[in-house]
């Protein structure tokens, strides 16, 4: 069992930058893939970055150049940098911890960029 908590949300200006962190109790948080994922009030949930447990990177389109994920496996931690933020990034963000049949989420932290 894995529980994921998120930090680091709030009000932000557009071209501003903000750093999520999802801590993760539990064992073996190596093992796992992280990921970060928003949901946009009337929209469905989005995937914006991955990391593997081997730290193999992805991200969606709208993000590459602007967000960075990252992972500390002795802090149990991935953290999600955000640069030049943008209004349409305004979003619920949710951490994601999979491997396997597993798959876990944390309860979400807002993000709201506008001036």
């Known amino acids: 069992q894995v529980q994921l908590v998120e930090s680091g949300g709030g009000l932000v200006q557009p071209g501003g930058s903000l750093r999520l962190s999802c801590a993760a109790s539990?064992?073996?948080?190596?093992?796992?893939?992280m990921g970060w994922y928003r949901q946009a009030p009337g929209k469905q949930r989005e995937l914006v970055a991955t990391?593997?447990?081997?730290?193999?990177?992805n991200y969606a389109d709208t993000v590459k150049g602007r967000f960075t994920i990252s992972r500390d496996n002795a802090k149990s931690t991935v953290y999600l940098q955000m640069n030049s933020l943008k209004p349409e990034d305004t979003a619920a963000y949710y951490c994601?911890?999979?491997?396997?049949?597993?798959?876990?989420w944390g309860q979400g932290t807002q993000v709201t960029v506008s001036s």
């Open positions: 539990g064992s073996l948080f190596n093992i796992y893939n």
């Open positions: 994601n911890a999979n491997q396997l049949r597993a798959n876990y």
């Open positions: 990391i593997t447990s081997s730290g193999r990177t």
